[in-house]
């Protein structure tokens, strides 16, 4: 009965780590606004930004691994690639949001010694959107890491080992 429960635990914490991977991909996909600047009317958009590109590209790629592994058996073979998978996807998460956030960051407060400007002024719903899809991303990369702890210690048990 153990065993059901931690099967259980682990398909929750994939599934709610699925919706956020999916949930911060489309937002910061569909992110775009267009603003005026003084005479000057521009658009921006997360493809203008190849960190951005790279959050939702890696997010997306993530909610398909996390699609396909909720049909992995615990007790299949395949049960070890999984883990070094999942150990794989937590370090993507965390390399996409740390690239994205110091964009974020840029963006909205701008950096004085380069002379860079910040847009949120300009843009907030952009911002707001990007916003949370970061929030929607960490809150992945966190659950992600739960995964990790529980599917490692699923392939443990299932060694007998220690």
Known sequence: MEDFHKRIAGLVLRVLALAATL????IMGTSKESANFYAL?????????PAFKYFVIVNAVVSVYSFLA??????????RLIVALDLLV?????????????IAQVGKNGNSITRWLPI???????????????????????LYLMVLAASAHAALDEDDCC
């Open 23 to 26: 949930t911060a991909a489309i």
């Open 41 to 49: 009317s521009f658009e921006v958009n997360y493809n203008d930004t």
């Open 70 to 79: 909720l049909f992995v058996p615990s007790k299949s073979s395949f049960w």
């Open 90 to 102: 937590t370090l993507m998460l965390t390399s996409c949001i740390s690239a994205a956030l110091a």
């Open 120 to 142: 949120c002024n300009q843009v907030p719903d952009y911002c707001d959107r990007v916003t949370i899809a970061l929030a929607a991303g960490f809150a992945a990369a966190i």
